[in-house]
């Protein structure tokens, strides 16, 4: 370029000086005053540059300086326009975000004013979760309106911190504790289903366990009650919950709802214990029949079981025995 506007003589000047940039260039004060100097490597410049006397003294040519002065100048205006626009640039910047952080605390102070009303009018836990679902989930549509698309990050990270700070909701609660506690269960009964033996591959709630969630204070906290009747608490892990007590609970053998859904052979439900045939046959023949006086006027008692009609027969013989004899006396 500083050949093309200024020519060849001037560009060699300033590379024998080590100008390669438009700082250095505009910081030196008098690119000629090199020629001054008595040395070999400068003079075939000095002879494109200057002209020289009878005196052997050199005089640097007009037309020369006046194209680095053109140069100069030229390089110095584009410079500080440069400048401008970035200082413009950089104003706008400033203004741009000053105009976003004054909107978003404005949006911001509005939603926590209407959260905090609805949150103190409410005394029930029910309806105040609901409620703060229900608010959560308007301020994620504000913030994804399009007016806003180029402040989400901002709005997102101060919709989080509002939430833990002063309505007690953890990060999940978009998430929704209660949906993500069914799914881990319901996944992990599906892979470990056949390792355990059990015929359905999820766990039913209200059925075969019960869920609850309470808000205490500033953290919640979630139990599980099994329906063999055994609860089990859950433990916290940031801001999700661990269902590594329920699963140890489920594996134990003594977990009568998961001893109903492993599978058994199919002949399983037939009787296999001396008991139960005891038991069936202690109601069926449990039945006592007083008979009517035979031909000597005796009684016999029958009972269904073999072993207690052989005794019976014998105490009647012997009853009868005895009569006779006391008649034989008489």
């Not at 203004?95 to 404005?106: A, E, G, N, P």
């Not at 709630?205 to 009650?225: H, K, P, R, T, Y």
Request: proline share 1%; with cysteine; glycine share 4%.
């Amino acid at each position: 370029m500083v050949e093309r506007v200024a020519g060849s003589a001037e560009a060699k000047l300033l590379a024998a000086q080590g100008i390669r940039s438009l700082y250095s260039f505009l910081n030196t004060e008098d690119v000629f005053e090199i020629l001054s100097i008595s040395c070999s490597a400068l003079n075939d410049i000095k002879g494109l540059v200057c002209l020289k006397a009878d005196d052997d003294t050199y005089i640097v040519k007009l037309g020369c300086r006046a194209s680095i002065q053109y140069l100069y100048q030229l390089l110095k205006q584009k410079h500080e326009e440069i400048l401008k626009v970035n200082r413009m640039k950089f104003k706008q910047n400033q203004q741009s975000q000053s105009q976003i952080s004054v909107k978003t605390i404005t949006i911001l102070s509005k939603i926590h004013r209407k959260m905090t009303r609805h949150y103190l009018l409410s005394n029930n836990h029910q309806q105040r979760q609901q409620q703060q679902q229900q608010k959560t989930f308007e301020l994620n549509l504000l913030l994804s309106g399009s007016a806003m698309k180029t402040e989400m990050s901002i709005y997102k990270y101060l919709n989080i911190y509002i939430c833990i700070k002063y309505y007690n909701l953890d990060c999940t609660n978009e998430l929704n504790h209660h949906d993500s506690i069914i799914n881990m269960l319901n996944e992990w009964i599906q892979k470990n289903c056949h390792a355990m033996n059990i015929s359905n591959s999820k766990l039913i709630e209200n059925q075969d366990f019960q869920l609850a969630i309470v808000s205490n204070g500033s953290s919640s906290e979630a139990s599980i009650c099994c329906s063999c009747g055994v609860e089990v608490q859950l433990t916290r892990v940031r801001y999700n919950f661990s269902l590594s007590n329920f699963y140890k609970h489920i594996r134990l053998e003594n977990c009568i709802m998961m001893k109903k859904k492993k599978i058994t052979p199919n002949g399983a439900d037939e009787p296999n214990s001396l008991d139960e045939y005891e038991l069936t046959d202690d109601t069926t023949s449990q039945a006592v029949s007083i008979n009517e006086l035979t031909q000597c006027s005796t009684s016999s008692i029958t009972i269904g079981h073999s072993v207690g009609t052989v005794k019976s027969l014998k105490r009647t013989h012997n009853i009868e025995q005895v009569a006779k004899k006391k008649r034989i006396r008489l």
